[in-house]
């Protein structure tokens, strides 16, 4: 049973990672073809768009992952009732708040574009049109977003990040090609709608063959189930709240504080680090619906070994590739898009330490999500947001940009140590210090050993900006291997890489 689960969570995570890295490539490499084709207020224009709408997934109300959490209980149970019931209602649910906030965008997308995009050389009209094709998109992701959550309560995120690579690929084809028919910034609203109606249709199609039981049906509405599971979706709804106001409001600060311009710098460091957030992150998305099944069925105990193991991966792979990055953030940024964007060098650095520490709090989060205790998720999204208002206000307007990420950098540290705290008072025969210290000291130490060195080198022998992202990479690949030498026990982790059928 012990080896099965954690095949289970190593080969999702294996399917993510995948997933992350086909988007990871193809994300950066949109950048400077945005810009190219439409400029630098262009590109600003548009992720202010996406920040907006990132905002609207607020309306989310926490049903997503309650979907998953539930459909994995449900199935470790047998029951494909209630696994049937929580999918319609909950289709229902998002289908008449995306109504809701598609009309509200609708009458109000003057104010919006004034107010809060404020475009200066780019038509208004322009602006509007793309938001609504925007949120259009937006809404329509969001209410067959139940088919994704169902599939990933199955623990089939095999499929899942099947499909949304598809998706990836298509989009930025179409994004490119429309670039270049001179669309514009329309262009990239009408990719993206196109990529999400035939992301739909494979997921459909996906969920059927999977689970042929899983029947659609608007009618099956049970406002009973809604209310059974309103104690964790309110929660997940408040945390994600919170989540968008300490990972998305830097960027809103930054545009009414400095500027557009300097929010599209911003975002240059920004982007760079979420692709690698979300790549590490890969290792700690199938925890939840995991420990949600084991808990059930095992019990805390079983729940502390997954929580131990995974920790220690995660911490493996994440510190040296973050703290690569805040070494080599010049080198990063030179080699991406050239010289002219060295303001954006120092937010890389600071900004992959905060995420960092943010991931390594991704398996602390899971399990405490997965065993029940979403209220104290939620509270350590309240300590983070609080904590992300305050310093990121504050020093935006002593320090410009770097002093934004300082105030994130600040309020990740805060709210992780809240959210270990509160784990050791669950896990009370475990110290997680001493977990952490273990799990971390060699991959930290062995980075700061090998990198700073390599930096050096680099900068008083070689000038040609490839030639130092290779030296960076191989230096990246040794303290990799200088960890995989110190402990070749990672069966679980190959076995997961080996069973991986694409």
């Known amino acids: 049973m012990s080896s099965e689960i954690y095949k289970k969570i190593g080969g999702n995570s294996i399917y993510t990672l995948i997933r992350r890295v086909i988007i990871l490539p193809i994300g950066l490499a949109i950048v400077p073809i945005i810009i190219k084709f439409i400029g630098v207020e262009g590109y600003g224009v548009w992720i202010m768009i996406q920040t907006l709408l990132a905002y609207s997934s607020v309306m989310d109300m926490g049903l997503s992952p309650a979907i998953t959490k539930y459909t994995a209980e449900y199935d470790g149970?047998?029951?494909?009732?209630?696994?049937?019931?929580?999918?319609?209602?909950?289709?229902?649910?998002?289908?008449?708040?995306?109504?809701?906030?598609?009309?509200?965008?609708?009458?109000?997308?003057?104010?919006?574009?004034?107010?809060?995009?404020?475009?200066?050389?780019?038509?208004?009209?322009?602006?509007?049109?793309?938001?609504?094709?925007?949120?259009?998109?937006?809404?329509?992701?969001?209410?067959?977003?139940?088919?994704?959550?169902?599939?990933?309560?199955?623990?089939?995120?095999?499929?899942?990040?099947?499909?949304?690579?598809?998706?990836?690929?298509?989009?930025?084809?179409?994004?490119?090609?429309?670039?270049?028919?001179?669309?514009?910034?329309?262009?990239?609203?009408?990719?993206?709608?196109?990529?999400?109606?035939?992301?739909?249709?494979?997921?459909?199609?996906?969920?059927?063959?999977?689970?042929?039981?899983?029947?659609?049906?608007?009618?099956?509405?049970?406002?009973?189930?809604?209310?059974?599971?309103?104690?964790?979706?309110?929660?997940?709804?408040?945390?994600?709240?919170?989540?968008?106001?300490?990972?998305?409001?830097?960027?809103?600060?930054?545009?009414?504080?400095?500027?557009?311009?300097?929010?599209?710098?911003?975002?240059?460091?920004?982007?760079?680090?979420?692709?690698?957030?979300?790549?590490?992150?890969?290792?700690?998305?199938?925890?939840?619906?995991?420990?949600?099944?084991?808990?059930?069925?095992?019990?805390i105990e079983k729940s502390k070994e997954v929580f131990q193991t995974v920790f220690q991966y995660t911490a493996l792979i994440v510190c040296p590739l973050f703290l690569f990055v805040s070494v080599f953030a010049h080198t990063l940024i030179v080699a991406w898009l050239g010289t002219g964007y060295e303001n954006a060098v120092s937010v890389l650095r600071i900004l992959s330490v905060a995420y960092m520490m943010n991931i390594l709090c991704g398996p602390v989060t899971s399990v405490l999500s997965g065993m029940g205790s979403y209220k104290i998720t939620f509270y350590g999204g309240v300590v983070a947001s609080v904590a992300a208002v305050l310093f990121c206000i504050i020093l935006s307007l002593k320090f410009g940009i770097i002093g934004c990420a300082v105030g994130i950098l600040l309020a990740f540290l805060l709210a992780d140590t809240f959210l270990f705290l509160w784990l050791q008072r669950l896990f009370v025969s475990s110290s997680l210090s001493r977990l952490a210290y273990r799990s971390l000291c060699f991959p930290v130490v062995i980075s700061i050993i090998i990198f700073p060195g390599t930096k050096v080198l680099i900068e008083h022998f070689f000038s040609n900006r490839y030639i130092g992202l290779m030296l960076a990479s191989v230096a990246l690949l040794i303290v990799y291997g200088a960890i995989i030498y110190k402990d070749r026990n990672y069966r679980v982790v190959w076995q997961s890489i080996s069973a991986v059928r694409w």
């Open 77 to 299: 149970q047998g029951d494909h009732r209630k696994m049937i019931q929580i999918f319609n209602t909950l289709f229902v649910v998002y289908l008449f708040l995306c109504l809701i906030l598609f009309l509200v965008v609708f009458v109000g997308k003057g104010i919006i574009v004034t107010s809060l995009v404020r475009p200066v050389h780019i038509p208004k009209e322009t602006v509007s049109f793309v938001l609504i094709i925007s949120v259009l998109v937006f809404c329509l992701t969001m209410v067959f977003s139940v088919y994704p959550s169902f599939l990933n309560g199955l623990q089939r995120m095999d499929v899942t990040n099947k499909i949304d690579s598809i998706s990836s690929v298509i989009k930025f084809a179409l994004s490119v090609l429309f670039l270049y028919f001179g669309w514009e910034i329309k262009g990239l609203a009408l990719a993206g709608g196109i990529s999400c109606i035939i992301v739909i249709a494979l997921y459909i199609y996906a969920s059927k063959r999977i689970a042929p039981y899983l029947t659609f049906n608007p009618f099956l509405f049970n406002l009973k189930t809604l209310q059974e599971i309103w104690g964790f979706s309110m929660y997940g709804a408040m945390s994600n709240v919170v989540a968008m106001i300490h990972l998305q409001l830097d960027k809103l600060i930054i545009n009414y504080v400095l500027g557009i311009n300097s929010l599209a710098m911003y975002d240059i460091a920004h982007r760079l680090v979420s692709f690698l957030w979300g790549l590490c992150g890969s290792f700690v998305v199938p925890i939840m619906p995991a420990i949600s099944k084991i808990h059930i069925t095992d019990g």
